[in-house]
């Protein structure tokens, strides 16, 4: 297949379900750990379609939604200041931190300015030079190596006017997590093929062997999906533990090389809390010493601000894939996209936000 749109044929889909149906005796529980996943799996029906057969549980797989409510309260903490210019994606302004969101910063006057790429604040930092331009670096392994080119570039060019707050997270550690819960009911992960083009497959091999669980790496169209269930449930019902790479197109074992060593070159890894979940070990990415003149933490003396998180949102849960969104008692109600409570209801990946985009108003499939 060349063309995207051939990753929506009704008749592949069909013969896929099929498949799926002929091969399943039971049916199984699958989480996906990328809100990408979650919304194409919600807005294509897939959870109806193979309702007999797959009980789809949420993972946390947005980026934006496991950012720390800490990490949101110093973006807004920074973005406040007189000297700052504060860059971040478009998702980021609108989640809300202990008090207000970046976007209520920016209607109050606040320099807060929305990129498309962390070189984007490169560029505007070049072009303020007496401006003090911060970029909120949030996401996983998949944005992470834009963000260390860009402070690569920002050294290159000797600006001094720029620094990133870091907040990015890894997926394998949170995949460690959901299977480390006493009331985990995970059979089997859909991993993102997005994480594996810049990471590769190595890092989920111990996971398949200590937990004793399959992975089966895909893509995000329809099609994907459904070829990633087929191979999940295949492996399944034959009693295989193991990993599977159904993304082949885009995925390499070994990954892309040049990100991974940039990343390494910037990075260290670190301990990181997750929003709604708490901390997990090992889970996050930081400036790495070489690079600390960049950090927007320590020039501007934010890191020890800490916040309780609202006992009203259940999107702790939601991530963990122990609640589904409707069963919170404000989807819909107290909670919509226009006024979210939590970031779940903000991101373009949130779960929360795919079953009230997609109408999604009760439970298919079961909860907790
Ligand atoms: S519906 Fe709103 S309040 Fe409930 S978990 Fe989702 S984001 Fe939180």
């Not at 070049?126 to 331009?133: F, K, T």
């Not at 594996?196 to 994907?224: K, N, S, W």
């Not at 600390?292 to 934010?302: G, K, N, P, T, Y």
Request: hydrophobic share 45%; aromatic share 6%.
């Amino acid at each position: 297949m060349r063309y995207l749109t051939e990753f929506h044929d009704p008749r592949l889909a069909a013969t896929l379900l099929d498949t799926i149906a002929a091969t399943a005796t039971r049916r199984w529980t699958l989480m996906e750990v990328c809100g990408g996943q979650t919304h194409a799996i919600i807005r294509n029906g897939l959870d109806q379609l193979l309702a007999d057969q797959v009980e789809f549980i949420h993972g946390p797989g947005c980026p934006v939604c496991v950012t720390p409510l800490e990490m949101i309260d110093r973006a807004l903490a920074i973005a406040a200041r007189p000297e700052v210019m504060l860059c971040s994606f478009g998702d980021m302004l609108r989640v809300p931190g202990s008090t207000t969101d970046l976007f209520t910063v920016r209607a109050h006057g606040g320099d807060v300015r929305v990129v498309y790429s962390p070189l984007d604040a490169v560029r505007l930092a070049e072009a303020h030079p007496d401006r003090q331009v911060v970029f909120f670096a949030v996401g996983f392994e998949t944005t992470a190596p834009a963000a260390a080119m860009a402070a690569v570039t920002a050294r290159r060019r000797g600006l001094t006017n720029f620094t990133m707050l870091v907040s990015h997270v890894l997926v394998p550690p949170a995949m460690r997590a959901v299977l480390a819960s006493p009331d985990n009911r995970v059979e089997a992960f859909l991993a993102a093929g997005h994480v594996c083009t810049v990471m590769g497959t190595a890092q989920y091999e111990p996971i398949v062997a200590e937990h004793r669980v399959p992975i089966v790496v895909t893509g995000f169209e329809p099609l994907d999906l459904l070829d990633g269930v087929r191979h999940a449930i295949t492996e399944l019902e034959a009693g295989r533990i193991t990993l599977v790479n159904a993304y082949p197109r885009a995925v390499r074992p070994e990954g892309n090389p040049s990100a991974r060593a940039m990343l390494e070159e910037v990075f260290t890894v670190c301990d990181r809390p997750w929003r709604g979940i708490g901390m997990i070990p090992a889970s996050g990415w930081r400036l790495s010493p070489a690079w600390s003149q960049l950090d927007a933490e320590l020039r501007f003396d934010i890191a020890d601000l800490t916040v309780a998180e609202s006992a009203d949102c259940h999107s702790g849960e939601v991530l963990q894939g122990r609640l589904r969104p409707p069963q919170c008692p404000s989807f819909g109600t107290t909670c919509t996209p226009r006024r979210p409570l939590g970031a779940t209801m903000v991101s373009a990946e949130g779960a929360c936000a795919a079953y009230f985009q997609h109408r999604r108003l009760s439970a298919v499939g079961g909860g907790r």
